[in-house]
């Protein structure tokens, strides 16, 4: 209700309720970075992620990694994955959830996640129905700090088949999503069918009428769903285009249009502007909160409220006041919503301050906003410099790039598919201004890893020493202005048919990351989702894996019955810890009780199964 006193953290709406664990989860982002999305996995899992030291917290994110990795798809405008100065071997485990979405034209940027949580098997639970909640928001997965906007419902799974608008929209979405998905996962899959038989509990907002829009790239835009004309209209954008808001100009009598300094003082159009500034209307910006700080809290929420005589209607989600966020250029997705945010409501809880106006005056408006004077806008060279090289990274990332591998050689090579002359060109253009850089995101540990990418035009690059642990799909691409000395980095997914190497790929890492104590603390993670105490020796530690002490006592702190009671609670626990073993049958770092242990437990399991189905 965009009460300043009831700001929310967007990461606790991913976390289970109550009694509840993650079954599936769908989110889509325009921008990712892997410290947010390590945020959100742990939140998905109900982990803090504010564990003592970095050995703890190195395994609650594998831990999450690992669980997670069949349950979760995260699909994000292909290019606007952050590229890391430091690399992690975690992270490139991450191409196992994240799926990129490349358009030829305007980009994917809706920002939403779908999460399906079921029930623990625990006293008080077991008769608890699913639980399906939706999230609309304009919050990208990165950690930057902006004032956003978000809308959240959630509802319960029943039996039969449920139509309606939310519903329809959710599923339609996912049907044209999940297909982009090249290594599709089965638990995703059936949250579809989970949506089909979810009644939702509708905030207030919503409780008139709650639909889901969306558009892909050339389909019908999300402007058809706009109101003809009405009293009065409630923009609030970071990003706006003219043509849009002379739209909404013409249709409404009296327009609140909130945005930014620099956004506004583009508009070249000085008529235009004198209009929408006019006595009728009322434009504000947003500016720092605090200025002490780094970062302020810049605009990047997305609403628009409409008024009549008889009603409002909301909208919220991620498209921007523009062409290109209403008329079908980029995918989008949004809530329209009715009783919907009142305007005065929203004015009153994020534009005016408390304070008694003054005999004749205007309402005081709040520290972190105020009305628009227009000033002189120069692009200076920095910002001429940064636009250059985000028109040169999204055309490098259109490319599309295929993967080899041999085993053998420990050579991976990568390969362009075509090379136009149009493209032989614009990069010989590009190589004059800027150098441009690429390596394998497994063997970043400096600049001097970075191959020249031009080898892509004239046969390829390979990357040699690459072990089965460092294969990932992951490519990181620099580009630095060889004048200004700025460059940018991103991320890009290669096209590569690694399924025979993923399990190997996976034990592989985890052989190297964890050792004798924290494969222990690992264990205990997967059975009571967080470690008994902390591991005593490093993750990224110096034991070999099959070397050191033989024996690992991993019952030592644990009964045969707490086990039993985990695999109880989630049957699906038994299918991590065999994947878990699995990784580590060559080692010396499992002992031979709790082989035999899990080996009888599986057997009597599977039995019990048996036994069910016949009975």
């Not at 993967?403 to 075509?418: C, F, H, K, Q």
Request: aromatic residues 8%.
């Amino acid at each position: 209700m965009f009460e300043p006193t009831e700001r929310t953290n967007f990461l606790d709406l991913l976390r289970p309720p109550a009694g509840y664990r993650l079954e599936s989860a769908v989110g889509t982002t325009y921008s990712l970075d892997f410290v947010a999305l390590t945020a959100a996995l742990l939140c998905l899992i109900d982990v803090d992620g504010d564990s003592d030291g970095n050995d703890s917290q190195q395994i609650d994110t594998l831990h999450a990694i690992t669980r997670l990795a069949g349950r979760v798809r995260v699909f994000v405008n292909r290019g606007q994955i952050s590229g890391p100065s430091h690399v992690s071997k975690v992270t490139t485990l991450y191409d196992r959830i994240t799926c990129e979405v490349p358009l030829p034209e305007g980009s994917f940027h809706p920002k939403v996640w779908v999460m399906h949580y079921r029930p623990r098997k625990v006293l008080g639970c077991e008769a608890l129905p699913g639980v399906v909640r939706a999230v609309c928001a304009s919050r990208n997965l990165t950690t930057s700090q902006l004032w956003e906007a978000f809308i959240a419902y959630e509802g319960k799974e029943g039996k039969g088949k449920v139509e309606g608008p939310l519903n329809r929209g959710l599923i339609a979405f996912l049907d044209r999503l999940l297909p982009a998905d090249q290594d599709p996962s089965l638990y995703v899959d059936r949250l579809h069918d989970a949506l089909s038989r979810t009644t939702f509990d509708l905030p207030k907002p919503m409780q008139a009428e709650g639909r889901f829009l969306w558009q892909w790239p050339g389909s019908d835009g999300l402007a058809r769903h706009l109101p003809n004309k009405g009293r009065r209209a409630l923009i609030v954008s970071p990003f706006i285009r003219t043509s849009f808001l002379q739209n909404l100009m013409s249709r409404f009598e009296k327009l609140i249009l909130i945005s930014r300094q620099q956004e506004l003082d583009k508009i070249a159009d000085e008529q235009f502007v004198s209009q929408l500034c006019a006595a009728s209307n009322r434009v504000y910006v947003v500016e720092p909160a605090d200025t002490e700080i780094d970062e302020g809290m810049d605009l990047h929420a997305k609403l628009l409220s409409f008024e009549d005589e008889r009603n409002t209607q909301t909208f919220l989600g991620s498209a921007n006041a523009s062409g290109s966020g209403w008329e079908g250029r980029n995918c989008e997705a949004v809530i329209k919503c009715s009783p919907g945010v009142a305007i005065d409501h929203f004015c009153d809880q994020f534009v005016f301050g408390e304070e008694p106006v003054k005999p004749g005056g205007r309402r005081p408006l709040r520290g972190w906003i105020r009305e628009y004077k227009r000033q002189v806008y120069i692009e200076d060279e920095h910002d001429h410099t940064q636009r250059y090289l985000e028109e040169v990274c999204a055309a490098l990332a259109r490319l599309t790039l295929q993967a080899i591998y041999s085993e053998e050689n420990r050579v991976l090579g990568v390969r362009m598919n075509t090379v136009s002359p149009q493209m032989a060109s614009e990069f010989s253009r590009w190589a004059s201004d800027c150098e441009i850089g690429v390596a394998l995101l497994s063997q970043l540990h400096s600049d001097a890893a970075l191959k020249p990418f031009g080898e892509l035009l004239t046969g390829g690059l390979s990357f040699i020493n690459v072990g089965v642990a460092d294969l990932t799909e992951f490519l990181v691409v620099d580009v630095a202005h060889r004048k200004h000395e700025h460059h940018k980095r991103f991320i890009i997914k290669v096209a590569a048919d690694f399924s025979e190497w993923c399990d190997q790929r996976d034990s592989a890492l985890l052989q190297q990351l964890l050792t004798r104590d924290s494969l222990k603390a690992f264990l205990q993670a997967i059975l009571f989702d967080a470690p008994m105490r902390p591991p005593s020796s490093s993750v990224e530690g110096t034991d070999p894996p099959n070397g050191g002490r033989s024996g690992l006592a991993l019952l030592s702190d644990l009964t045969v019955e707490d086990v039993l009671r985990s695999c109880t609670e989630d049957v699906s626990r038994i299918e991590e810890i065999s994947h878990l073993l699995k990784a580590f049958e060559h080692t010396q770092l499992i002992d031979e009780e709790f082989r035999r242990f899990w080996s009888t437990f599986i057997a009597a399991e599977a039995e019990a199964r048996r036994t069910s189905t016949n009975g």
